[in-house]
């Protein structure tokens, strides 16, 4: 079954760089996964796509979050990060990995992170 678990700090001061890591299981899926994306969602609203990484290597960002935003790939593919920098209380929400493969996407369980001081 193919499974997805964010996992990194549940609190972050405000300023400081939001990390979390994305681990992939499940039969052959790491070699057939042409995306990997992180997708946000503040208390109270909806869903936020933040941006992804592509088979290739290419990197796509919301342009609101652009600046602040790194999403890197671990070499064996069954790992991804998200580094999300200069955080405010805004940045408060439960954060989702997301990647793509035969033909549909699959998500994680999500993790809150709290921005607070």
């Known amino acids: 079954q193919v499974q997805l678990q964010e996992s990194g700090p549940g609190l972050v001061k405000p300023s400081q760089t939001l990390s979390l890591t994305c681990t992939v299981s499940?039969?052959?899926?790491?070699?057939?996964?042409?995306?990997w994306s992180w997708i946000r969602q503040p208390p109270g609203k909806g869903l936020e796509w933040m941006g992804a990484?592509?088979?290739?290597?290419?990197?796509y960002y919301n342009p609101s979050l652009k600046s602040r935003t790194a999403i890197s790939r671990d070499t064996s593919l069954n790992r991804f990060t998200l580094q999300l920098s200069s955080v405010t209380p805004e940045d408060t929400a439960v954060y989702y990995c997301?990647?793509?493969?035969?033909?549909?996407?699959?998500w994680g369980k999500g993790t809150l992170v709290t921005v607070s001081s």
């Open positions: 997301n990647v793509g493969a035969y033909g549909r996407d699959f």
């Open positions: 499940g039969g052959s899926i790491t070699t057939n996964i042409y995306y």
């Open positions: 990484i592509a088979s290739d290597g290419s990197t």
